[in-house]
């Protein structure tokens, strides 16, 4: 087992669980920053043997999206927004760190049962990786601003990173770049939408949104 | 034999002195001068000279209480070995009683603390049990991790020089297991950020408030009881760093009681930076104990 590659990825675990245990939306933002860039150093990580211009090209781009740009977007809708902290997700935080370790097991059991085509990189690579979906997932589910769900979205892309570094090497890149570009719309797209929600409503909170129908009638 | 009951006796001698070293770091911290070195030496042999006062309301159960916690504890420190050397008693499985004997110094503490029937110290065995809840399964669930790596269920074989070994092939898992039993430690010997060891505020202070009523004698008891606790709790941790490097006993004795003192300087540290915790997120601080430590035993599973 290298050293490095499993101190990385345990970090990555990690921050997903700073992350379901914390209630400051601004930390939230720099953790999954941290873990974007931690993540897009990983295909340079593994070949460092044998590095391609590809690789140092989407670990780059990566880095400078998920590390600077996205952190940058969010930042700024949190500001015109004004907000600071995250209501109490659903069930709580303790209880949400809880899940998180859960799902750590759930995952490893996951992993265990899968057949790899080529010798793993690391043993932990796997399981960290689909823990950091459903890390992503639960926070997408969990939590009640908008803007917190839409940091759900870059931990799930961070797991899906994860996972096409290790064990897809180059091929995984095209696939990944589309991604990226996906959630880079999708972030750019909820910045605009959770600044006017906030302008029409005073708040983001989504489970709010349901009351829309009752203002309209009200006028 | 000789080198383990002159282990066993450093322990017992040389617990109440950490207690001296974290005061220093702290008053030097605050800037200010500091009780003596050995204070925790005097105020047990001063207690040890005066009577003890006993409620009418209380029963035997009061009484019990300091002696059965001060016995549990001292047995358990016959069972935690000394820098990788093996311990006084030491037999597979005897995890499972130092955690247990620890959890019997807590129970008759706690049960002390009832039968007095007064309303603070009530609050304080609330808290106690509350707390303990999260940080002994974090504990056992953190040993379990070391013994799953080592392959060794027995504290001495655990910490043998196993922890050292393994620290090439495993070490963020390590990392992890220190974590977590570093906040069960400040937990259970009631540091801050879990407990303020100074406060004698009956609203917030947590172990302090549950011996309210023992004096004299007993007190002594209970002081001396939580100094070696420190130690016990302190050896897994410096443990997991030193081990015997076969530089000779004395040598590596030295060694470690340097670690220990290192340790009590590391919570005097931690004690003057940080500030206590609201009661509420003491529980949250003590799931993340427990988290780490799952996670821990999770990586060892492969």
Known sequence: ?219 | MHTKIVQFILILILSPFLFGVINRTKAFFAGRKGSPLLQLYYDIFKLLRKGAVYSKTTTWIFVAGPIVSLSAVVIASALIPFTGYPSLISFDGDIVLFIYLLGLARFFTVMAALDTGSSFEGMGASREVQFAAFAEPSLFLSLAALARLTGSISLSGIFSSAVINSWAAFGPGIYLVFGAIFIVFLSENSRIPVDDPNTHLELTMIHEVMVLDHGGVDFAYILYGAAVKFWLLGTLLVSMFLGACSRGWGIDVAIFIFGMIFLAVIVGIVESVLARLRLLKVPHFLIIALALSVVALILTMR
């Open chain 1, 1 to 219: 087992m290298e050293m490095p590659i499993d101190f990385v990825i345990v970090t990555v675990l990690l921050m997903n669980l700073m992350m379901l245990s914390s209630s400051r939306i601004r930390t939230c933002i720099q953790i999954a920053a941290v873990q974007g860039i931690l993540v897009g150093f990983m295909p340079v990580i593994i070949d460092i043997h044998s590095i391609l211009p590809g690789i140092i090209i989407i670990s780059f781009f990566s880095i400078i999206l998920k590390g600077m740009i996205f952190p940058g977007l969010l930042f700024r809708a949190l500001r015109e927004a004004n907000i600071r902290k995250e209501v109490e997700p659903l069930g709580g935080y303790p209880l949400s760190l809880l899940m998180g370790v859960l799902m750590f097991a759930l995952s490893f059991w996951l992993t265990s049962r899968l057949e790899y085509a080529q010798p793993l990189i690391s043993y932990l690579a796997a399981p960290v990786s689909f823990a950091t979906f459903f890390t992503g997932a639960l926070i997408i589910v969990s939590r009640m601003k908008a803007i917190t769900q839409v940091i759900g979205y870059l931990v799930l892309e961070n797991g899906i990173f994860l996972f096409g570094a290790v064990f897809l090497g180059a091929q995984s890149f095209l696939v990944e770049l589309a991604i990226l570009l996906d959630i880079f719309v999708a972030v750019f797209v909820m910045g605009i939408a959770i600044f006017h929600i906030s302008r029409e409503f005073d708040h983001i909170d989504t489970h709010k949104l349901s009351e829309l129908k009752d203002l309209i009638t009200k006028k």
